[in-house]
């Protein structure tokens, strides 16, 4: 089969095309691609989620790596992703593999790779790696396991302590420690289990986790995405637990969602929102901020108020981790709850951006529901909302029909502008917009809108439905 990477790497359905046959193909073509392009005989770091079978499946990888002649950091328990993305960095590797499958359904397994930077490598990269996949066995060099653990050609290490450094370089640990909060963490099952408990007690705040054991069939959600309806059950426990604050990483720990005080969910884009606010008048940084079309006007309305440049790109950090770098960026995001910063990874920190908005919080001295209301003090009041709906058939047909749609009106808003960049992004009067796109790694058509009407977000998504064909 031909092994193809999508929005950020290669995921397939485990047993059936995710297999240890072609994860051993893949790190043949990685092994190639970094041999070509200059980083033979370097260091590699390999790391993995809790979903089945990705420790044996990183195993696997460390084999081909090690058979190429590369040494192997492989981490000795489920990691976070940027915890991975850090460790490539501390350890000045020539790039990683992250055996993980993100917020996919609990059939799937991934196979990520990053650079020296421990950032998403460009499509450019992404093609040059395909193009190196063997199609058979005899393409793939391996050692196995033991015998490159023996020749200490694989390594296993702990990837905790150096980052938890890292994470107290960036923010007043000790200040959150102290700050008598209750926070309600769901970490979905995932790698985040048990990072706030270890970051943050020991002093008069509590944590509360739920959710906190390995399951790779993430009971009570469909995926761990921290978006409705799977945060529910976190929702409904910070009611329960009279938290301050919900804090939801995914299955890999490199999305964050919030909840606020009062059990209600606040959407992705107003954290990215939050976050870019909290840099830029809390903290008094300046820098660029990136994000993807898919994500919020509220940070060109932020870059104008204090004279920082906004870009915008495709979606996924496969374009935004690239940009960052270009331009020396504050912040990076997109809208499904990935954040990056400066001085740090240019890689989504889940962790990193949920202790942030607890800075945030402490130094306010405000609720989540109270920031987001002076967020809107400052930007005005901004909605959104987005359906996911499979789709069959081919791609290219939805595409013409879409174009030749050519809607005036958009849920009673007139359509000012078509940008093709990523996907069909229709802007409105209002200065919101609405986005149909196809998911870089399932066959969903992604229907998106924000705008500044509350009463008219479901009507854009609906039209949204319609112009793509799929109601």
Request: with cysteine; net charge negative.
């Amino acid at each position: 089969m031909q092994i193809k990477f999508g929005t950020d790497g290669w995921r397939g359905v485990i047993a059936e095309d995710y297999t240890f046959f072609n994860v051993r193909r893949c790190a043949q073509g990685f092994a190639s691609f970094l041999k070509d392009f200059g980083y033979g005989g370097g260091d590699v770091v390999i790391g993995y989620d809790r979903r089945f079978h990705s420790e044996n499946f990183a195993a696997a990888a460390a084999e081909v790596m090690a058979g190429n002649g590369f040494g192997v950091w492989l981490t000795d328990k489920a990691t976070p992703t940027p915890v991975i993305a850090y460790s490539i960095v501390e350890k000045g590797a020539a790039g990683g593999i992250n055996i993980t499958a993100s917020h996919n359904p609990p059939t799937d397994n991934g196979f990520k790779v990053r650079n020296e930077f421990g950032g998403a490598i460009d499509p450019k990269g992404l093609i040059e790696i395909e193009n190196r996949i063997p199609e058979n066995e005899t393409g793939i060099k391996r050692m196995m396991f033991d015998e490159a653990r023996n020749a200490g050609k694989i390594r296993l290490f702990d990837p905790a302590p150096t980052y938890i450094d890292q994470l107290q370089s960036l923010v007043d640990l000790e200040k959150i420690r102290q700050a008598s909060l209750r926070i309600c963490v769901d970490p979905m099952w995932g790698n985040g289990i048990g990072w706030f408990p270890r970051l943050l007690e020991g002093g008069r705040t509590k944590i509360i986790e739920i959710h906190n054991q390995r399951n790779p069939i993430f009971p009570g959600m469909k995926r761990p995405e921290p978006i409705p309806p799977n945060i529910n059950e976190g929702l409904k426990a910070v009611l329960e637990t009279q938290s301050d604050v919900l804090i939801i990483t995914d299955g890999d720990a490199d999305r964050v969602g919030i909840g606020d005080e009062k059990g209600v969910f606040i959407d992705q884009l107003r954290v990215f929102g939050l976050l870019a606010y909290y840099l830029l008048e809390i903290r008094g940084q300046r820098g660029p901020i990136v994000k993807t079309l898919s994500t919020t006007t509220m940070l060109n309305k932020l870059g104008k108020i204090y004279q920082v440049p906004v870009y915008e790109t495709g979606v996924g950090f496969k374009y935004v981790a690239p940009k960052m770098l270009e331009i020396h960026a504050m912040i990076g995001g997109e809208e499904s709850g990935g954040y990056a910063f400066h001085g740090h990874v240019p890689e989504r920190d889940g962790i990193l951006a949920a202790l942030y908005l607890l800075d945030m919080m402490v130094e306010l001295g405000k609720k989540p529901s109270e920031l987001v209301d002076l967020l809107f003090s400052v930007v005005g009041a901004h909605y959104y909302s987005r359906i996911d709906t499979p789709f069959e058939g081919n791609r290219k047909e939805y595409e013409v029909k879409i174009l030749s749609a050519n809607p005036a009106k958009i849920g009673g808003l007139t359509v000012t502008n078509l940008d093709t960049t990523d996907g069909f992004k229709f802007s409105l009067e209002d200065g919101g917009w609405l986005l149909i796109r196809f998911s870089g790694t399932e066959p969903i058509i992604r229907v998106y809108t924000e705008t500044t009407h509350a009463d008219r977000v479901d009507q854009i998504l609906q039209d949204g439905l319609k112009i793509a064909g799929v109601r």
